[in-house]
């Protein structure tokens, strides 16, 4: 994991915009690092982006007390798992990681509300698809069995009405969210507003 220090030391110096306000944090991958304009989407939320670039799941959960619990977020949203399966990781292994990171957040962030972002389909990825679906499949099991936690659905909305990754919410990658892809998960959360905010 030693790669993501450099990233991992920056974000241990960010700040909360409000220090006194209701503290929400987003945290994960470059899907999470690189949206911009967070706040701006979500305008009087005191919000904190402490995404990673090309971070796992794995690499999340051992970041957590670090990156995530010294800011004591009243509220947490998390995207990762996909870079694991780009790795090659079977989705059983990407739900161990979760596991994981669960485990600490019981300990460190007990009365939190923690919001999981599923797994996002993606036009890079579209081959191994079968098992980002399974991976949903099986992190969303999880979820429901644990009342602090909370599984918000942006795979189904980025799907276009055959099934396939609607290309204008990706970058020309395939990969990465476009201006329209955030703006779809901007509408998915706030349709969850009621659990994170």
């Not at 998390?78 to 669960?102: K, S, T």
């Not at 036009?123 to 429901?144: G, L, M, V």
Request: with cysteine.
């Amino acid at each position: 994991m030693f790669w993501f220090e450099d990233e991992v030391k920056s974000l241990e110096k960010k700040k909360f915009p409000d220090p006194l306000k209701k503290k929400i944090v987003f945290y994960g991958s470059s899907s999470v690092r690189l949206w911009g304009d967070i706040a701006a989407s979500f305008p009087g939320h005191n919000i904190l982006n402490l995404g990673f670039g090309g971070s796992t799941l794995a690499a999340c959960a051992w970041y957590f007390e670090r990156v995530v619990v010294p800011y004591h977020p009243q509220s947490l949203i998390i995207y990762a798992g996909d870079n694991d399966l780009g790795d090659g990781r079977h989705p059983e292994e990407v739900l161990l990681f979760l596991v994981a990171l669960m485990e600490k957040a019981s300990l460190s962030l007990k009365d939190v509300n923690v919001s999981f972002l599923s797994v996002k389909p993606s036009i890079a990825r579209w081959d191994i698809i079968d098992r980002i679906r399974y991976t949903n499949q099986i992190i969303q099991k999880e979820i429901h069995a644990r009342s602090q936690w909370h599984y918000i659905d942006v795979f189904t909305p980025m799907l276009d009405a055959n099934g396939y990754p609607r290309k204008e919410l990706f970058q020309d990658d395939g990969l990465h969210l476009s201006v329209k892809g955030y703006q779809v998960w901007q509408e998915v959360i706030g349709q969850n507003s009621h659990i994170i905010f």
